[in-house]
């Protein structure tokens, strides 16, 4: 394994690939298909939701854009991405764009399709979180509460 300061973290380019398109590819193949009454779970992640908001037609077009057409879309050239986790984040929430638009098209044959993401939490033996010492960002468990 190479040290830390020598790895090399994949291209915006790369994230997309296989984050949106090699999802988008799947959902679209596994449609075709899913059998009467079957159910799929797309693992996602909440990096999709920290994403500033999109203008309608990007999410029209992430949520419905035929399959092969996805990488061609002017806002997810190289240029117009800012960074690594720009690129991943766009996946994420177009990952669970078209979970949405899927879940009608499998809604036709009664099968079910989901998205879901691990939840954030705060453990006891964080250091901190969201600048709570407890662990705690809710302030559920102060000093004066029981653990």
């Known amino acids: 394994m190479r040290p830390a300061s020598r790895r090399r973290s994949a291209s915006p380019g790369t994230i997309l690939k296989v984050d949106l398109y090699g999802t988008a590819l799947v959902l679209e193949e596994v449609g075709k298909v899913i059998d009467e009454y079957g ?8 990096s999709g939701h920290r994403l500033l908001a999109l203008s309608v037609e990007h999410n029209q077009a992430l949520a419905t854009s035929p399959v092969e057409a996805l990488l061609a879309l002017p806002f997810l050239q190289p240029g117009e991405m ?23 098209r499998w809604g036709k044959r009664r099968a079910r399709i989901n998205t879901t993401a691990r939840a954030s939490s705060c453990r006891r033996n964080s250091r901190s979180c969201d600048g709570n010492p407890d662990g705690d960002s809710e302030g559920q468990r102060g000093k004066n509460r029981p653990r």
Do not use: F, P, T
């Open 82 to 104: 800012r960074d690594l986790l720009h690129a991943y984040q766009l996946s994420k929430r177009g990952n669970s764009l078209r979970v949405m638009a899927e879940a009608v």
């Open 39 to 46: 159910s799929r779970v797309v693992i996602s992640s909440q």
